[in-house]
């Protein structure tokens, strides 16, 4: 076989299954935390315990059965390679919450192997290497990029009634799921709000009174109400799924080259598709949270007013719940991203130098880190890190909400390397 063709092939298949320890530890077993009290008692603060948390009969290990398929091989006498996988992962016996309980119950519903799971993905890299003479000097130059996603899906889940809820699962379900509103635009007067479907469920005031200037939603199901029926995959009234908060197509570029012991490179890395939709505490919405918050400099002139109807936001109110607490399509956010994650330049002395200074090797060069990130988040508001989006940092806010993080650093540094 002519090796610029084909110069190596692998064919690669394995398969497995292997207990999950990973559960956080003790909690399955009955737990009688001691606590001290707030209150004085006969001059000191006494301690006291409560009755643990329901816990299940019949634990067991979670399981996890893995089966991949990869492909190696290389062409062009080596100068392009490839290696590729595709993979199912079936976590059998999850260890996770249970189905909510009745009320009468009297506790929260307890961890158990509630749930069975299927992720498939693919991971995917491809690099090309190659030289040629460049004014009677090597110039050597690779490129290398992967690309790799995954999805999850809920096989089995004892939630008969399909409840849809935070926390819970339902069958069929796929991981990472953001159930919401589809939205119209924000009403202009009272005659669209006069002949829109009502939606006094989704208060924007504290009597549900809808004002110009307020989020209209889309009556899905036509009923002439907006809601959500009884909030379960059978009957959901007017809210659907708008997104996925789980990151797809996670990728990575890589370029290097190098020519007369100059030499360069740069990592990009990134998530083609992602979606967030900030929580009730979040910065992303300034004093739409708390009116006596800190205002973002992106909200002025960027919210409804009779002078302003093509705002971003809703009109300014003491109250408005319609945009915090219900995910909709008008404000839930692509934080897809890419990032340069390193930049280096640098010359590597010839001999003649490191012989005559009596070393075997000396480089120079400049470093730089996270110097670059686009998002389509940005073009709203900066004053949030895509790849920091999660549960706010204690340490500048008060811990709960989004937002409240420090950005992920920028670096650039100067680097010497002497072998001796």
């Known amino acids: 076989m002519d090796k610029k063709a084909l110069s190596d092939l692998k064919l690669r298949a394995s398969y497995g299954s292997l207990g999950n320890g990973n559960v956080d530890p003790y909690s399955y077993l009955d737990i009688y935390e001691i606590k001290i009290m707030d209150r004085v008692l006969n001059g000191q603060k006494p301690a006291y315990t409560s009755v643990p948390k329901v816990i299940p009969d ?11 398929l990869g492909l190696d091989l290389s062409s062009l006498n080596g100068k392009l390679t490839f290696t590729g996988d595709i993979y199912q992962r079936k976590p059998l016996n999850m260890y996770t919450l249970g189905v909510a309980l009745p009320d009468i119950f009297g506790a929260e519903s307890p961890k158990g192997n509630y749930a069975d799971m299927t992720t498939k993905g693919f991971e995917l890299s491809l690099t090309y290497k190659d030289r040629f003479d460049l004014n009677g000097s090597p110039f050597n130059w690779s490129v290398r990029g992967t690309l790799a996603d995954y999805k999850s899906n809920i096989d089995r889940y004892e939630n008969k009634e399909g409840l849809i809820k935070d926390g819970s699962y339902y069958e069929g379900q796929r991981i990472g799921e953001i159930w919401g509103y589809v939205t119209q635009g924000l009403f202009q007067n009272q005659a669209e709000i006069d002949g829109a479907a009502k939606q006094k469920l989704i208060k924007s005031s504290n009597n549900g009174t809808i004002y110009p200037g307020d989020v209209r939603f889309t009556d899905l199901n036509g009923d002439g109400v907006i809601d959500y029926g009884n909030n379960t995959i059978y009957s959901h009234g007017d809210r659907t799924v708008i997104g996925n908060a789980d990151p797809r197509y996670i990728y990575s570029f890589n370029l290097n080259l190098d020519w007369k012991g100059i030499y360069f490179s740069s990592f990009f890395q990134g998530v083609g598709k992602q979606n967030w939709y900030p929580s009730n505490e979040s910065i992303f919405w300034g004093q739409y949270n708390r009116p006596y918050n800190n205002l973002p400099e992106w909200h002025l002139n960027n919210y409804w007013t009779e002078d302003n109807p093509n705002g971003y936001f809703p009109r300014y109110a003491g109250y408005n719940e319609s945009i915090k607490t219900t995910p909709q399509t008008r404000y839930l956010q692509n934080v897809a991203y890419i990032r340069m994650k390193n930049l280096q330049i640098g010359y590597s002395f010839p001999k003649s130098v ?23 988040l940005y073009k709203k508001t900066k004053d949030l890190d895509v790849g920091n989006l999660g549960k706010s940092d204690p340490e500048i806010g008060t811990g709960s909400g989004d937002g409240f993080n420090y950005p992920i650093m920028k670096s650039i540094s100067f680097n010497l390397s002497i072998g001796l």
Do not use: C, F, M, V
């Not at 634990?59 to 089966?67: G, I, Q, S, V």
């Open 58 to 68: 019949n634990l067991t290990w979670e399981t996890a059965r893995t089966a991949n």
């Open 354 to 376: 490191t012989n005559r200074l009596r070393i075997s090797s000396l480089r120079a060069g400049l470093s730089g880190e996270n110097l670059w990130t686009w998002s389509p």
